[in-house]
T-cell receptor, first 116, second 114 residues
Framework: GESVGLHLPTLSVQEGDNSIINCAYS??????FIWYKQESGKGPQFIIDIRSNMDKRQGQRVTVLLNKTVKHLSLQIAATQPGDSAVYFC???????????????FGQGTILTVHP | DVKVTQSSRYLVKRTGEKVFLECVQD?????MFWYRQDPGLGLRLIYFSYDVKMKEKGDIPEGYSVSREKKERFSLILESASTNQTSMYLCASSSTGRGWEKLFFGSGTQLSVL
């Protein structure tokens, strides 16, 4: 079946380093992607999104890269801070589907730990 | 500041009990969602609603029902709780139209069914 794949990896970095969190998606027809951050004890929070007609989008300290050739999505966090420690989820949607809501499919999550 | 409030942070129930999980949003959003979150499985959609009194099944609706009598409130009902429904339940809301995928989540309810 179609799925967004993260196998709950963990990533440990030192404060100030750059972090890269990866996500592989299997539905080549997906045309919209979104990253969420979930801190301990809280619900997921929107970080950044990207449409399939783009290959890069930048936010504040975060950049999302989309490689449609290999169906890969990544989230780059610059100058990682302890407050960035969280679980990060990617999600995909097929907006071009028959309904206006499509289906938002979440990956399993990556645990990011930032050491001071 | 946008807010989605779930009525309970922790809940312990017995097998067979009827369980109500309540969610209220103050953003006048049309869409509301219920997800469950289990380790290694990510977020799975149970039900969603795009308008008052409207509901649509998600990926795992079995054993659940929902109610949306008012725009700001979306309730998840476990008619007869079972141990395999022990999970973290997350409510979310979003505005309608393009960009609906930008969900605003509550802090979750950790439900334990004994």
């Amino acid at each position: 079946g179609e799925s967004v794949g993260l196998h709950l990896p963990t990533l440990s970095v030192q404060e100030g380093d750059n972090s890269i969190i990866n996500c592989a998606y299997s539905n080549s027809a997906s045309d919209y992607f979104i990253w969420y951050k979930q801190e301990s004890g809280k619900g997921p929070q929107f970080i950044i999104d990207i449409r399939s007609n783009m290959d890069k989008r930048q936010g504040q300290r975060v950049t999302v890269l989309l490689n449609k050739t290999v169906k890969h999505l990544s989230l780059q966090i610059a100058a990682t801070q302890p407050g960035d420690s969280a679980v990060y989820f990617c999600a995909e949607n097929l907006r071009a589907g028959g309904t206006s809501y499509g289906k938002l499919t979440f990956g399993q999550g990556t645990i990011l730990t930032v050491h001071p | 500041d946008v807010k989605v409030t779930q009525s309970s942070r922790y809940l312990v129930k017995r097998t067979g009990e009827k369980v109500f999980l309540e969610c209220v949003q103050d953003m006048d959003h049309e869409n509301m969602f219920w997800y469950r979150q289990d380790p290694g499985l990510g977020l799975r959609l149970i039900y969603f609603s795009y308008d008052v009194k409207m509901k649509e099944k998600g990926d795992i609706p079995e054993g659940y029902s929902v109610s949306r009598e008012k725009k700001e409130r979306f309730s998840l009902i476990l008619e007869s709780a079972s141990t395999n429904q022990t999970s973290m339940y997350l409510c979310a809301s979003s505005s309608t139209g393009r960009g609906w995928e930008k969900l605003f989540f509550g802090s979750g309810t950790q439900l334990s069914v004994l």
